[in-house]
């Protein structure tokens, strides 16, 4: 049996044995896991098949068809940047500790890497990790963290060694939210919303058998997570016209939109959508698990840019209505997804920064793609204790 044959069969049983519309989310979801098709190119046992990640496709469309839920709508940080970090650094008590619940979305799963003075040079963090035996000490401060005000568990990279270069005394812990010393402040954006939050870690004790990878190998363990980070908000193979260009189509038909300018501009936004989408489809199916190539920052970097064109474009044609807004309730929100099409252009201002700042991409793409000169360090070879920082 090919392993597209051996999918679709599993596919069609957890279909059959567990109807999307009948079976509770979160029964449905740990059924799918205990099959494989989870994430399908991960180890078996661990929510996979150790099938190539183009397989995951099949499974999908298939899904998609049924309207089964979806884990990544429910626990999006875990799903696209845990899962992938704990299956290649975690130790198999870890995997088997955190993978299921995370895929069920009964473990909402958050990101510690920003800080106040190191965003885009995240390998400049401060936030630093004291051992005391079996345990770190961790006291510093983290900001943007998604969903850190819901999240169960947080991805944490802290500096263990600051007499090393910045990129090599760094660690990575999984890090207990609800423990003592751990303080979650929202951050109202200008949404309404409050899916950011500041981080603040007072005497934080973690203990060593939470760290991923090797004391001092943060900085590999947490490329794994950028890299997935990036694949996950740039990487989507949404059904044709859907997403946030469908938006733009709704808002012509409801304007009654007849200048050829603007509807010559919806085509070409409608043209560079789908050649997004087609370009994630053939970068993931070339993608390797682990830690993804470059790929991911192309994605990332062209529905960054499309998307604020596109909520510019919708704005525009709705004219004065475009200035209403509504005054949500900050706590109703996931930040993620929206059908308000004034609240999904605010938001999109945000998708060029998450995930890596637009000019990083461009960095990344031009050294690791194109082949150019990297930017000029003078950090290199110093200790971190030894670079000025703001």
Request: aromatic share 8%; proline share 5%; net charge negative.
């Amino acid at each position: 049996m090919s392993d597209v044959e051996l999918v679709e069969k599993l596919t069609e049983e957890l279909l059959r044995e567990y109807p999307p519309q009948s079976t509770p989310l979160t029964d449905f979801l740990g059924a799918q896991f205990d099959k494989g098709l989870g994430w399908v190119h991960f180890n078996l046992g661990f929510g996979g098949l150790g099938m190539p990640p183009k397989m995951q496709q099949v499974i999908d469309t298939k899904l998609r068809a049924a309207g089964a839920p979806f884990s990544q709508h429910r626990n999006p940080i875990g799903h696209g940047m845990g899962a992938p970090t704990v299956h290649t650094w975690g130790s198999e008590a870890q995997k088997a500790r955190y993978l299921r619940p995370l895929f069920t979305g009964e473990e909402i799963w958050c990101q510690l890497f920003s800080e106040p003075g190191a965003g885009s040079d995240v390998a400049g963090l401060a936030t630093k990790a004291e051992r005391d035996g079996e345990e770190w000490i961790v006291n510093g401060q983290k900001v943007w963290t998604t969903l850190g005000h819901l999240a169960k568990w947080g991805m944490l990279v802290a500096r263990t060694d600051p007499h090393q270069e910045k990129h090599k005394g760094l660690s990575y812990f999984v890090v207990d939210m609800h423990s003592t010393g751990v303080e979650v402040r929202p951050l109202r954006q200008m949404t309404g919303d409050s899916e950011f939050n500041e981080v603040y870690f007072t005497d934080t004790r973690v203990p060593d058998s939470e760290r991923l990878g090797e004391v001092g190998d943060g900085w590999r363990v947490s490329l794994t997570t950028l890299m997935n980070e990036r694949v996950s908000i740039g990487g989507g193979a949404a059904a044709r016209g859907s997403g946030p260009i469908s938006e733009a189509v709704r808002m012509c038909t409801q304007y009654g939109v007849t200048d050829a300018s603007i509807r010559d501009e919806l085509m070409r936004l409608w043209s560079q959508a789908e050649c997004n989408r087609l370009t994630n489809i053939r970068a993931g199916a070339n993608r390797k698990s682990g830690i993804p190539g470059p790929e991911g920052s192309t994605g990332k970097l062209s529905m960054a840019e499309l998307n604020k064109k596109i909520y510019e474009f919708c704005i525009g044609v709705m004219g004065a209505d475009g200035m209403l807004y509504s005054d949500y309730d900050t706590a109703s929100h996931s930040g993620m997804f929206s059908a308000d099409v004034q609240r999904s252009f605010l938001r999109s201002r945000a998708n060029s920064i998450e995930g890596g700042t637009s000019e990083v991409m461009r960095n990344i793409l031009g050294e690791r793609v194109l082949g150019l000169p990297g930017d000029v360090r003078v950090d290199k070879g110093k200790a971190w204790l030894e670079v000025p920082r703001n």
